[in-house]
Every structure is written in C-alpha cells, then in structure tokens.
C-alpha cells in the first residue's frame, strides 16, 4: 500500500499548503493553487514534497529552492476558492 497522497486526494482533505522561498534575499511565500497544479500536473500526480518541489520554482525570485508546509484545513469552513468575502 502506498503512502503517496495524490493531488486529488489532497484537494479532498481540504489541506492548504504553503510555498516558501529559501532565498535569503526573497522570503516570499504563498498559497499553493492545487486546482491550478491538478490541471497542469493531473489529479494522480503525488502531492508530496519531493513530487512538488521540482515542479516549482519561486513567482518572485524565480529561485527553485522552495520549501512546502501542509497545513490542515477545516472542512465545516472550507469555502469556494476566490470567494470575495474569504479572508
Ligand atoms: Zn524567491
């Protein structure tokens, strides 16, 4: 049995999960869009640090040392993606 958790499979447990650029000079980070990593990697497409990692780079720097952090989501809570009142 496999431990790999999809990109599907994290969409359905409602998890967020954050970038963030290692470069020094940079410290950016932000919200990873799953819908738009599904649509460009596929639903099966492991979702795990090692799958994702080299699929990134940074949006600001351009760096692609990059850090993930899942972080869990609340499912009673979970709203529409772009909703205009999410906070
Ligand atoms: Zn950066």
Redesign the pocket.
Known sequence: MSTTTTIQEFIDSGDKLRVY?H?SH???HAELDMLMLRDKLGPDHGAMHDDLVPKLK??????KK?GLIRSPGTKEYRRPMHSPRDR
Do not use: R
């Not at 940074?58 to 760096?63: A, E, F, I, V, Y």
């Open positions: 650029c470069a940079c410290n950016h940074c949006s600001k720097c351009g760096g990059v």
